[in-house]
């Protein structure tokens, strides 16, 4: 079967569903979801979104803080173009109906401080600001006639034509499994936008949902775009340390509001790495606790707010403090216990400031896309701001070039007669977990370049595996996810190994140093042909 519409988006969070509403008075816009609308990183965002909001900060502040955090490796002009869209992006998100969390009294917006920032920047609601964007995101969406939404449809690969005029090649839509019915669809559109969100489910820690395979990333490079930078993959360093529950991230905003990290003896220890202690930059954060549970052979060390008063503490983080409370701890009295976990892909689909990629009429925005904001680390709660921004600033690209976009011409069935179903479904779980842990091993906070070519070879075997699994047997969602893993694995091992030096994220104890020049890691596909658009990623084309 056969959709068409105007706009094809992939992906449900901030970045999918503000560029779905922008367009909406303009377009006939599908949105893809996999699962539930709701199920990605956005919901789960705690912390906030940095803008420039109060008058005692400035542009030239937030700009700088990003750039010391992003180690050389930012891209001054993408960057100067989130932070001076910030406040605009926010006026915009509470005129669709978002409710941040006001100063006591006063109708002035509370505005927290996390690590890395010169001020208090970041807006948020108390501290579960994803579920308060993402919620009013969701009733906006359902309530235009002109978003379609598919929810539990997975798009597989994505299509692409050659140019009646042009003769170049541009994307036309994608190959969508309907999970409920087992049926593969065709997807047309004449712009497709990749919103799929991260990839640091490749690691066997992460803060992410299941979802986060990177599959808008697997995609785009299998359709012949460029990658960059996925070696930056930024480790949490406070992911709740609890037997039953993965997966429960301990905001950075709790350190912003004076919470002390200690050794399991009740020490503090942050002294010794870096003087700003608990909020310094979250790699250094991360790989000082890295270090201290390696040598102290411990399995978590701990995160203690409890010198705070009850009512500030409940105020302030009233998720956390009853997340934590309904397991037994109750962080008013004592102290968290806390591992790092795989939380944010820096690296990704190569675009200009519109969001455009290399393959004509495909955009990427928000974490799947690689817009030079992060550099070699992202800042806390720079990336809610670029989801909004770049999707907004896709939509208006979008709308003024639509009209003149030939319709795709149809395109060929998903033939699935040659599979048949499967009877050994122990291959993607076995795959799926030996993947990520061989990418924590392996590929975690700390690498070398020995450990980096072990894993090259294990992600060979892997692939060669699943790439004969996928030729024979029907697809399902556990395959297309373990199949981008797979992908995105081998894009982050090769940007690891090509980077010899340590910046940012990047950590090698084989390259100490940092070199004198900065420069991106960028992975360029075979199939990256002359028939490509080649987008300028200095934020400007
Ligand atoms: C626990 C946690 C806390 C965070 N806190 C903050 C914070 O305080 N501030 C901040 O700025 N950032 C924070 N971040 C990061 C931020 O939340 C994410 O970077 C951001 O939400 C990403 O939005 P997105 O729209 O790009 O992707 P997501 O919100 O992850 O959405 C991805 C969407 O793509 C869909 N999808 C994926 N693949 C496919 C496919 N093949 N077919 C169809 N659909 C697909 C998914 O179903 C989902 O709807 C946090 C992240 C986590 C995990």
Redesign the pocket.
Known sequence: MTYSHDVLV???????LTLALSLAKHAKVAV????A?N????????????AVLDDQDSIEAHVKDTLIAGAGLCHEESVRFTVENSKAAIKWLIEQGVIFTKENGTEDYHLTKEGGHSHRRIIHSADA??RAVHSTLIDQVRLQQNIQVYED???VNLITQADTNSRKLRCTGAY?LDKNSEQVHVFQAKVVVL????ASKVYLYT??LD???G??IA?AWRAGCRIANMEFNQFHPTCLYHASTK?F?I?EALRGEGAYLRLPNGERFMHRFDERLELAPRDIVARAIDHEMKRLGCDCLYLDISHKTPDFIKEHFPTIYARCLELGIDITKEPIPVVPAA??TCGGVVVDKNGQTDLQNLYA????SFTGLHGANRL??????E?VVYAQSSALQIINSLNAINPPEQSEEWDSTRVTNSDEDVVISHNWDELRRFMWDYVGIVRTHKRLERALHRIELLKAEIADYYSNYKISSDL?ELRNLATVAELIIDSALERKESRGLHYSLDFPNKSNIARDTILVPTNFAAQNIVVSIDGND
């Open positions: 992939i992906g449900s969070g901030a970045a999918g893809l979801s996999k699962n609308l199920q990605g990183s956005t919901w789960f965002a705690q912390g906030g979104i940095a600001t994803g449809h997975i798009a969508v919103a799929t969100g991260g803060t992410n979802g986060a395979s599959d808008g995609m997966n991230l905001s939380h944010f925005i928000g974490e799947t806390a709660s720079n990336s809610l701001l989801c297309i």
